[in-house]
């Protein structure tokens, strides 16, 4: 599919130029672009209030220095971002990513793209994104804590529980929240729900943690109950194994399903037993270790150099759940062949362009990113409102709420493709119903 309508082409230029090298950003808009062209058919009011032309460029950039010093004594030097993208229905909200590939066009991207998957959970959130080029593998915690404090100190003076609240992403997770919620709390000296994805004896969500694995099986759960099939009996494979796919593999287990991979930077394993997921969770939550060593564990399962390696395991079902671009049109193909029947995306964008192609145009039903792990940062708001109200549901509150919200998603998404004429196309009808809820409130807010 590429751009066809000369107003969207004109604007995409425009994105190019003005962000010149940011090619991730490049992909995340194009393919929106691309979606709306029959919502621009349809509503020349868009047009006329400039509503595309100011959604695809953030409301505000944040960029600043973050020194600290390691436990030799030497001062670091990283990065920090956080773009603001959206308030049209709500406070910036999205995560933070620490990881040494992070760069403008990293955060653009996932700020883009938070836009839109914000607007899908019916929830009053608007999309931003923020991170650091800092690398907290191997890292002490002293040093992880250090880095962490000096980031908020920056960040602290641009953020607030009305404002914009950051949460966890790549290289962020419970630890890193506490050592920045700690420090906002000291600066501000107030105790207020800042960030979510907080420690339970704060005012962490439950659920939050399991949430965006959850989520994507109960998406997933939906859409391949629409076709008559399940979870229940499948063959599952899981890229990553952080946050995301731990508890994807947990849910696709209740759900009767079966995962035989799981990966991570360096490589992949298979275990045809199906992977024991208290030896993953040990070795990768309490010992912040290397996928490789399940095999220690687990003899009868292979480890296998290389991450991009894990598509070619015979599944019924694939997650990819570990970073963008991760899933290319090759393991696609591979995929098809092999009989795979469902994709859906636990991470942001980690199908490219031509991936998504084999996949639509097989009939393999593809849940994309913004809709399928939303539950993520659905659970975040939730976490915000009783942060709010100072107050907390119990587990299967929130779990059944955040599961009522996945399966609307996916209605939605599913009629919105429907009513623009490209039925059963969810990347088209997840970017649309998204885009409208912002569109409207933009609309009703006057050009600003
Ligand atoms: P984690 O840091 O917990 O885990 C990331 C996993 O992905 C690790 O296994 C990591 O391997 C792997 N990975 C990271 N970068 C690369 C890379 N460049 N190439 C290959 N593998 C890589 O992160 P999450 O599980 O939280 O996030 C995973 C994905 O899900 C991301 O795309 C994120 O944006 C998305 N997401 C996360 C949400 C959340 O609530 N946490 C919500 C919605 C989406 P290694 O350890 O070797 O780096
Ligand atoms: O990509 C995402 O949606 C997240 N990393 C979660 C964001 C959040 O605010 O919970």
């Given at each position: 599919m590429a751009l066809q309508n000369a107003y969207l082409k004109g604007i995409m230029d425009d994105v190019v130029k003005r962000n010149p090298a940011e090619l991730e950003f490049h992909q995340a808009v194009e393919e929106v672009l691309e979606s709306l062209e029959p919502v621009i058919e349809k509503h020349p009011e868009y047009v006329e209030?400039?509503?595309?032309?100011r959604i695809v460029e953030p409301e505000r950039q944040i960029l600043f220095r973050v020194p600290w010093v390691d436990d030799s004594g030497k001062v670091q030097v990283n990065r920090g971002f956080r773009m603001e993208f959206n308030s049209a229905i709500g406070p910036y909200k999205g995560g933070l990513r620490f990881h040494p590939s992070v760069y403008a066009g990293i955060i653009k991207f996932l700020g883009f793209e938070q836009i839109f998957k914000n607007s899908l959970t019916g929830l009053p959130i608007g999309g931003g994104k923020g991170g650091s080029d800092f690398d907290p593998k191997g890292k002490s915690d002293g040093e992880v804590m250090r880095f962490c404090q000096s980031f908020m100190t920056e960040l602290a003076r641009h953020i607030g529980p009305d404002t914009d609240v950051p949460a966890g992403d790549i290289g962020v997770g419970g630890r890193e929240i506490g050592f920045m919620y700690g420090q906002y709390k000291r600066i501000k000296n107030e105790f207020t729900g800042v960030l979510t994805g907080k420690g339970l004896t704060y005012g962490g969500s439950l659920v939050r943690t399991e949430a965006t694995g959850y989520g994507l099986c109960y998406f997933t759960e939906e859409m391949l109950n629409a076709k008559g099939k399940s979870f229940k009996g499948s063959t599952v494979v899981i890229s990553g194994s952080g946050n995301?796919?731990?508890?994807?593999?947990?849910?696709?287990?209740?759900?009767?399903?079966?995962?035989?991979?799981?990966?991570?930077?360096?490589?992949?394993?298979?275990?045809?037993?199906?992977?024991n997921l208290d030896t993953v969770k040990q070795i990768k939550e309490v010992e912040r270790k290397r996928i490789k060593e399940y095999i220690k564990y687990h003899p009868n399962a292979e480890y296998h150099e290389g991450c991009a390696g894990i598509w070619n395991v015979k599944c019924d079902v694939a997650l990819p759940s570990a970073t963008q671009n991760e899933l290319d049109e090759n393991a696609a193909k591979t995929l098809v062949a092999n009989g795979c029947i469902a994709v859906a995306e636990g991470a942001n964008m980690p199908s490219t362009p031509g991936a998504i192609e084999v996949f639509l145009k097989e009939g393999v039903l593809f849940g994309p990113a913004k809709a399928a792990n939303a539950?993520?940062?659905?659970?975040?708001?939730?976490?915000?409102?009783?942060?709010?109200?100072?107050?907390?549901?119990?587990?299967?509150?929130?779990?059944?709420?955040?599961?009522?919200?996945?399966?609307d998603i996916y209605h939605n998404a599913s009629a919105a493709a429907?009513?623009?004429?490209?039925?059963?196309?969810?990347?088209?009808?997840?970017?649309?119903?998204?885009f409208k809820k912002v569109a409207e409130a933009m609309k009703a807010q006057g050009v600003i």
């Open positions: 209030a400039g509503i595309v032309e995301v796919a731990i508890y994807a593999t947990q849910k696709v287990n209740d759900l009767g399903g079966k995962v035989v991979a799981l990966s991570d930077s360096a490589g992949y394993i298979y275990d045809p037993a199906g992977v539950g993520g940062v659905a659970t975040s708001a939730l976490e915000m409102s009783q942060n709010s109200m100072r107050y907390s549901w119990t587990f299967e509150e929130v779990d059944s709420k955040l599961k009522q919200i996945m399966v429907k009513d623009y004429g490209y039925e059963g196309n969810l990347v088209v009808g997840a970017n649309i119903a998204g």
